[in-house]
């Protein structure tokens, strides 16, 4: 575990990578993903500093989730493909056009727990930090995203 | 750079103008390049506050910052344009002053004396840590005035490079002799052939 960061520019070197990919993942477009990058780091900048140390990661993914959840409240949102493909590599068979469509059906809350544990491949311990919820109820969004998707994509 | 670091990068300066905006970014900071290789640097409210030979802080610098003006603290190429646009003039021998203000603030008294005398020291000339330590008020304690001088947060543009030992050496430089060697020698044409002497121990 690193030291806690003591300046907002520290925070920011060592996160704004993983927390644009985030982004980029959850709204599927390269415009939107700068909005969010932007919400989540200024909230976390105006809520400074870190809940607890060691956490900052988890606080910064559980910001940018609910900013998108926010954000996806009040527009609805298409995925272009294109962005999904920088975003998404392709898996199982599934053509990122399919992937996109049906990432585009879930609910917002869904559509992060899908993108944060298939795409990103996080464990459930940083599903649950990120949603803010407990890991089994991010279990059970995972699964219902799941599903969302196979029936999308069949 | 791919495409996604170019995209952060592009998010990362409007993120650093909001929170300007915002009033909540005190200091912005960027790692510039010259004639002797990447600078670290920060602006705040008052002017430069730090300028580091190398590509991040030491933690005594980022400490006084910090200590200054807490987190606060973002990268910001823009807030760094002007004070980089003066330091390109300085190296290309079109710049004989800065403009931008230094912000000496966050030292000891005697430090912020020192280097206060420090940047009065015009352009090209040079002066001994006995008379810097003597105009701080202090004319025995030219050790002391070297530690000062050797504490400066804003080399170049306070000129610490222009004040040497007594015996004509160039004494110590936060960024290495070569440096101070060199900036002299951009500063005055009559540098001895073959180079400035060696400090001694």
């Known amino acids: 575990m690193s030291a806690a960061p003591r300046t907002f520019g520290e925070l920011l070197e060592r996160h704004e990578r993983e927390i644009f990919a985030y982004a980029l993942r959850l709204t599927g477009s390269r415009h939107d993903a700068d909005d969010l990058y932007q919400e989540t780091f200024l909230a976390a900048f105006r809520a400074w500093p870190p809940p607890r140390r060691g956490n900052e990661r988890a606080w910064l993914y559980r910001i940018a989730t609910n900013k998108a959840i926010d954000g996806a409240r009040s527009r609805r949102r298409a995925v272009s493909v294109e962005d999904l493909r920088l975003a998404a590599p392709e898996r199982d068979g599934v053509t990122l056009l399919d992937l996109s469509r049906a990432i585009e059906v879930l609910p917002e809350g869904q559509r992060a727990a899908f993108v944060l544990r298939a795409v990103e491949g996080r464990p459930y311990r940083e599903v649950a930090a990120a949603l803010g919820c407990s890991e089994e109820a991010a279990r059970t969004r995972v699964a219902d995203a799941m599903k969302k998707v196979r029936a999308q994509v069949r | ?201």
């Open chain 2, 1 to 201: 750079m791919t495409t996604t670091e170019s995209w952060v990068a592009e998010a990362r300066e409007r993120l650093a103008l909001r929170a300007r905006r915002e009033g909540l970014a005190a200091v912005g900071y960027a790692v510039i390049d010259s004639p002797v290789g990447p600078l670290w640097v920060a602006v705040g409210p008052q002017g430069v506050s730090t300028i580091h030979f190398g590509r991040e802080p030491s933690a005594w610098e980022l400490r006084r910052l910090v200590r200054l003006f807490g987190a606060a603290i973002v990268p910001d190429r823009a807030r760094v344009s002007r004070l980089a646009r003066e330091l390109d003039q300085y190296f290309a021998g079109r710049r004989r002053a800065f403009e931008v203000p230094a912000d000496l603030r966050g030292l000891t008294p005697f430090q912020g004396r020192v280097l206060r005398r420090t940047s009065r020291i015009a352009y090209g000339d040079l002066a001994t840590y006995k008379t810097v330590a003597r105009s701080a008020g202090n004319e025995r304690a030219s050790r002391a005035a070297g530690a000062a001088v050797g504490s400066n947060p804003i080399p170049i543009v306070v000129p610490c490079h222009r004040v040497v030992a007594s015996d004509g050496t160039l004494g110590g430089y936060g960024g290495g002799l070569d440096v101070k060697r060199r900036l002299l020698a951009l500063e005055r044409s009559e540098v001895p052939a073959g180079g400035w002497p060696k400090a001694r121990a």
